[in-house]
């Protein structure tokens, strides 16, 4: 079946403009994850729901950014008033239901350049 | 907090080499560890290492966890160039939810 996709697969804004990244996990991945991958570093983990809620948003840098997945499936990461270093790729990953053991699919990521 | 630190960061071999790549880790109450494939954005899953399952392998690629060390490694052998891309190792605790905490990742060249 399809996999998780992401759109857009580039973005370019204006710094203080604001700005929405989708995702569209595995049909029936109960579980959403956003991650975000700086050059030469790994994913680091921002936000993870669980159906329509979300059950961890501590990895947030500030409130700035937000993120939403009102009915279960598709999300959208929202970032207010960008700044340069909100210049990254922005990662999605959905998993079968979120408890151990769920291998994490992952997106082709939306590169978001803030200039 | 949940801590991953991947060696060499970067790696230049050619076909039919073997490599090996390391992975260690601090983690509160381990649960699993992950590695990823990354070519050019998405990364791929490759493996899933529990404390019931602290080896694996597929064709090539295998994978072994030592608990007491707190470490893995990914072995690559007969190293082909559609092998080069980033490989990430991550790590997920009780503590921690379902997040994954990530290591910078190897980059790893394979030459002709």
């Known amino acids: 079946g399809a996999g998780v996709s992401q759109t857009p697969s580039n973005k370019v804004t204006e710094k203080g403009k604001y700005v929405e990244l989708r995702c569209d996990p595995i049909s029936g991945h109960t579980a959403l994850y956003w991650y975000r991958q700086s050059l030469g570093q790994g994913p680091e983990f921002l936000i993870y729901?669980?159906?329509?809620?979300?059950?961890?948003d501590s990895g947030l840098p500030n409130d700035r950014f937000f993120a939403v997945r009102p009915e279960g499936s598709v999300s959208t990461l929202k970032i207010q008033r960008t700044e340069r270093g909100d210049s990254a790729v922005y990662l999605c990953?959905?998993?079968?239901?979120?408890?151990?053991?769920?291998?994490?699919?992952f997106g082709p990521g939306t590169r978001l350049t803030v200039l | 907090e949940d801590k991953v630190v991947q060696s060499p960061l970067s790696l230049v071999v050619h076909e039919g080499d073997t490599v090996t790549l390391n992975c260690s880790y601090e983690?509160?109450?381990?649960?699993?560890l992950l590695w990823y494939k990354q070519e050019k954005k998405a990364p791929t899953f490759l493996f899933m290492l529990t404390s019931s399952g602290i080896e694996k392998k597929s064709g090539r690629l295998s994978s072994i966890l030592d608990k007491k060390e707190l470490s893995s490694i990914l072995n690559i052998t007969a190293t082909q160039t559609g092998d080069s891309a980033i490989y990430l190792c991550a790590v997920e605790g009780e503590t921690s939810g379902s997040r994954l905490t990530f290591g910078e990742g190897t980059q790893l060249t394979v030459n002709p």
């Open positions: 990953a959905s998993s079968f239901t979120g408890t151990s053991y769920n291998e994490q699919f």
């Open positions: 729901f669980q159906g329509t809620g979300a059950a961890d």
């Open positions: 983690v509160t109450n381990f649960r699993s």
